[in-house]
């Protein structure tokens, strides 16, 4: 047995060595040292990929719902509210921004007559009034022509962040409200009596951050490697053809530091 | 040698071969997938500081021609450092585009400037075909 030791030792070693060489140049799809070209793949994004938007077809008496204290109940055309009351109109409209539990966001409402309802919003997510990114949230909602009578109706949005951040973050969102009467609901075709407003919020925000060792330990690591808040989209997208499967709402986070490199 | 002996030594060396061949062909695992840096000519119209890319078995770090610098490859190995935790080798395409980022600690001392040496070297690059995103330079970053 102690004559089969060294020659297996060595096939051992040999065969092991192998297989943990270095990343470069033997790893999968590594390209060559001298630069020549890339083939790589680029995901086909659409600009309104980023954006997470709602199309529904809406009962005509529809029980309406609104984001937690906010009141649906029987509104009065006003001085400031647009368009006339005979055609489509707007009334009320509203952007607020919030931070929740992990997380961040605008919201975005209007109650309006038309049988075509659309409101746009967009939060605005800054660290230490350094702009950091956008998220938009898109809803419109469209009643059959013939069924509406006029009703006044309401629709909201909310465009919302995660984040893993607990100070120095703060959010500002803006909304562009729509209402319209179309023949053929939600198309756009035969469209008249459109009548648009914007609004915006006020800037919220988190406590400060106290110290710089909070500021680098919210992530639950005091190691220095974590250095940056960052804030990210992840899409997912086929790689051959760049077709998009899915695009993830905007994240800020710290996170932790591995050294993986 | 007996009979026996033999066998067992047979059975030994299968036993290292096959565990070898294990090894070789498994997938690559996150710390030998290549990373390369690539400035293209036109950046993709997105409002982004920087975008990493995964595939298969590489990543990719896209730094926009008019911010290629070390901030920018700072946080894009920041943001490639996190998919990796979460997922060491994508099945399908991911694009991570940073659209903003906030300095909350000091790098380490040297790292700038060895991030700085890793730019210079790539600045030095030819321009080249870089697929769907027409032309550009890239370079295979090397790590510490």
């Not at chain 1, 009578?149 to 309401?154: I, N, V």
Request: glycine fraction near 10%.
């Amino acid at each position: 047995m102690s004559r089969m030791k060294p020659p297996l030792l060595c096939a051992l070693a040999v065969l092991v060595v192998g297989a943990c060489e270095g990343p470069l140049p033997s790893a999968p799809g590594a390209p060559p040292e001298v630069s020549g070209p890339l083939d790589l793949v680029a995901p086909r994004l659409e600009p309104n990929d980023l954006t997470q938007v709602v199309r529904v077809g809406r009962e005509p008496n529809a029980i309406d719902e609104a984001p937690a204290g906010v009141d649906v109940g029987d509104l009065e055309f006003g001085d400031d509210d647009v368009g006339d009351e005979y055609f489509a109109s707007i009334v009320d409209p509203h952007t607020s921004a919030y931070f929740v539990p992990g997380g961040a966001g605008a919201a975005g409402r209007h109650h309006y007559t038309g049988n075509v309802g659309r409101v746009r919003t967009t939060a605005h997510v800054a660290f230490q009034d350094m702009h950091l990114g956008s998220q938009s949230s898109e809803r419109q909602e469209n009643t059959p022509f013939l069924l509406d009578f006029g009703q006044l109706k309401f629709i909201w949005t909310g465009a919302d962040v995660n984040t893993d951040h607990e100070c120095g973050l703060s959010v500002q969102g803006n909304s562009v409200h729509e209402a319209s009467w179309e023949f053929f609901q939600g198309t756009g075709v035969s469209a008249w009596g459109k009548v648009s407003q914007s609004t915006g919020s006020g800037v919220v925000r988190q406590r400060d951050c106290a110290t710089r060792t909070e500021t680098r330990s919210v992530g639950g690591s005091t190691s220095d490697g974590e250095r940056y808040l960052l804030c990210t989209y992840l899409i997912t997208y086929d790689l051959e053809t760049g077709q998009i499967y899915r695009a993830e709402r905007l994240f800020c986070s710290t996170g932790v530091d591995d050294d993986l490199f | 040698m007996t009979y026996s002996e033999r066998i067992a030594a047979l059975t030994r060396h299968l036993l290292v071969v096959a565990l070898a061949s294990i090894l070789i062909a498994a997938p690559a695992s996150a710390q030998n997938r290549a990373v390369i840096v690539v400035v293209p000519d036109a950046f993709p119209a997105i409002d982004a500081r920087a975008i990493v890319l995964r595939e298969r078995d590489r990543d990719v770090l896209l730094l926009p021609p008019d911010g290629a610098d070390v901030d920018a490859l700072a946080v894009s190995l920041d943001a490639l450092r996190r998919a990796r935790q979460r997922e060491a080798s994508p099945s399908v395409g991911e694009m991570i585009p940073i659209t903003g980022f906030a300095v909350t600690a000091e790098a380490a001392p040297g790292e700038r400037a060895r991030l700085s040496r890793v730019l210079e070297r790539l600045e030095r690059q030819p321009t080249t075909s870089i697929g769907d995103f027409g032309s550009g330079r890239w370079i295979l970053y090397r790590g510490r």
